[in-house]
Structure formats: C-alpha cells, structure tokens
C-alpha cells in the first residue's frame, strides 16, 4: 500500500464521484474525520475512531442501523475520497454464489466448443480446459479481491440482513482470509485485502461468527448540532432559519413512538421539499402538507396528527430556544 504524507483528504471533491488519485490510508482519527468530512460525510468521532481502525487494521467494518442513517454513504465516501474503485454487492433474498462470486460463462463454452469443432481443434480446447479464467465471470466479491496493481477497491456488501444463513457462512471465508475457492480453477486469495464494509438495517440479527471477523460500529441518529451541520452541507439552500427549524422538527419527531423514525435521508427530503415550495421558514400548514417527504406509513402519519404538528412544531421551537 502506498503511505506517505498524502493523507490529506482532497478538498472540494464535490460528491463522491471517484476516479482520482489512489490516496494512502488515513494516520489517525483526525485525518480519518477529515477524509470523510472531504466527501460531505460528517461522522461523529466514534464512527470516525472505527473506520480509521477498520483500515488500519484491514478488518471488515460491520455498520449496523436504522434505514436512511448514512450506512451506504460511509462506503461511497471513502471509495471517492482514498481515489479507489467502489465495487457493490447489493444483497437480498435468494442472492447467490452466481450472483455474488462469479459464474462460469456457458454461453462462451459453447461457442469455444462448436468453434474449435469446426477448426478441428477440439483437442486442444479440451487440454486448456472448459474452466479457464477466460470463461470465468466475475461478480463482485471475486472482482473485489481480484485487483491489479495494489489499487484495493472498496467492497461494499450492502445490506446483509436481506440475505440467509447459507450466503453469510460463505461469506466467513471471504472475510476472515480474503480468499474464495473455485472448485474447477483453485483458490483465488487477494494480495491485498480490499477494504470492507457491511451494512446492516437489522431486520434480523447477523450470525456472530461473521460478527467476530468485523468491527462492529452502531450507526445512530444524528443528534441535532450535527443534523444541522449535515443539512448545511447537502442542502445549502435551504438557509439557516430553515434548517435549524427542520432539525428542530425531525429531532422531536424521532422522540414519538412511531413505527419507522425519519432517518438523515428524510431530514434532507423534506429540506429539498420546502425549498421546493419556496419556503424560508417552516410553518405547521406547511409542515403538515410534506409530511409524506418524513413519514411513510398511514400509521405514523396518524400518530403525529394526533401529537399534532403545531404542538410539536411549537415544542419543537421551544426545544431550540
Ligand atoms: N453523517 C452524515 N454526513 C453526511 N450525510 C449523511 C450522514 N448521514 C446520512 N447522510 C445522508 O443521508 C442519506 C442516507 O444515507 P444512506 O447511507 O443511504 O443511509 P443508510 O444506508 O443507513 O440507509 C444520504 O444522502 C447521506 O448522504
Ligand atoms: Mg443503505
């Protein structure tokens, strides 16, 4: 791995795009905060503390949370700002070895085949084999440990709730010794760890074996100063008396007990939507009129409706006084 003094995040990287430099990995806690601070991404230090030691130590970081707490984004993030490729397993049900690892090209052996028939070269074909790495397709976890030239990608496998026991016990392998086997070709092992992310939404608990081959960090809700900060970042346009109000609202929302909280996604949502209508300051008609950009269940929107959203507007305005 390249080190050296150029741990500095690159300023102004506008939105995690990529496709700059490789930079080397952060020195410490600081540098790390300020990496992700370089893609808009605004950790708190105990988030910050575990990814700096995830990549240090080149262990796999298991990010659990609610939906919408910015679990995805630490791993776009870090791909744009360490310039390296971001490669995504995006993980649900049913998801597969053929879908996750790689897949023998059958179509291509085919064609190999009748074509060395017709050249009369079907003995050399059978020699060099059917299960070459030319007829391998690789899917994300073999492409992630499959790189060239010391450029480790980030490997984000997004969402590991939604997939079932079977996928996660292959997954041990991968993770505790970065390597895969093909049972026709031999053991594919990275020569450089990639760097690993797995989220979680915690619809059902991972398997503790897999938990003890990661760091572990709980993704939490923003508390309000930081909310504010990340609302003043990505919606810029919204101005400080609305936003301020906007945080104010979703932070008392989050204390109703409802079904499913408003995430960070929903707070910058709802900021866009009130830009949208033109809007400076926030008023409980308006409030009451976007509540879908917040909320997303009939239930919840009841609840609120009956804590009623000029008493937690006005609550929420005290809260802030
Ligand atoms: N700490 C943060 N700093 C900057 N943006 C954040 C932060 N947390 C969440 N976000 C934003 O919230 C949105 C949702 O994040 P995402 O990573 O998709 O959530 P999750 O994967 O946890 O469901 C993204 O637009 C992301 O940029
Ligand atoms: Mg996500």
New binding site residues.
């Given amino acids: 791995m390249v080190r050296g003094t150029g741990s500095t995040p690159r300023e102004g990287a506008d939105h995690p795009a990529g496709g700059g430099a490789m930079s080397a990995i952060p020195e410490s806690v600081d540098d790390t905060e300020a990496l992700l601070a370089a893609g808009?991404?605004?950790?708190d230090r105990e988030l910050a503390t575990a990814v700096f030691l995830a990549l240090r130590l080149r262990r796999p970081l298991l990010l659990e949370?609610e939906?919408?707490?910015?679990?995805?984004?630490i791993a776009k993030v870090l791909a744009a700002t360490l310039g390296r490729e971001l490669i995504r397993l995006q993980c649900y049900e049913g998801l597969d070895i053929a879908d996750a690892v790689y897949e023998w090209n059958h179509a291509r052996q085919m064609l190999a085949v009748r074509l060395a028939e017709a050249a009369g070269t079907g003995h050399e074909l059978a020699e060099s084999g059917l299960y070459a790495e030319r007829f391998l397709q690789r899917r994300p976890v073999l492409r992630a440990l499959h790189s060239v030239g010391g450029e480790t990608p980030v490997l984000l496998i997004d969402e590991l709730d939604r997939t079932d026991a079977p996928f996660e016990a292959f997954l041990l392998e991968v993770l505790s010794d970065f390597q895969v086997t093909i049972p026709e070709l031999g053991t594919v092992r990275a020569a450089e760890p990639p760097i690993v992310i797995l989220?979680s939404n915690r619809t059902r608990e991972i398997h503790d074996a897999l938990k003890r081959r990661c760091l572990y960090h709980w993704?939490d809700y923003?508390d309000a100063a930081r909310e504010l900060a990340?609302l003043e970042?990505?919606v810029p346009e919204a101005g400080a008396a609305l936003s301020r109000a906007v945080v104010a609202f979703v932070q008392r929302l989050r204390q109703l007990d409802l079904y499913r909280l408003p995430?960070?996604?929903e707070t910058?949502d709802w900021a866009r939507a009130l830009v949208a209508l033109g809007c400076t300051t926030l008023d409980a008609q308006t409030a009451a009129l976007t509540l879908g950009a917040l909320i997303k269940s009939q239930d919840d929107l009841g609840l609120v409706r009956a804590a009623g959203v000029d008493a937690m507007l006005a609550g929420a305005a005290a809260a802030q006084a």
Avoid: F, M, Q, S
């Fill in positions: 808009h991404y605004l950790a949370g939906a919408g707490v910015g679990k995805t984004e989220t993704v923003p990340i970042r990505k995430g960070v996604a910058l």
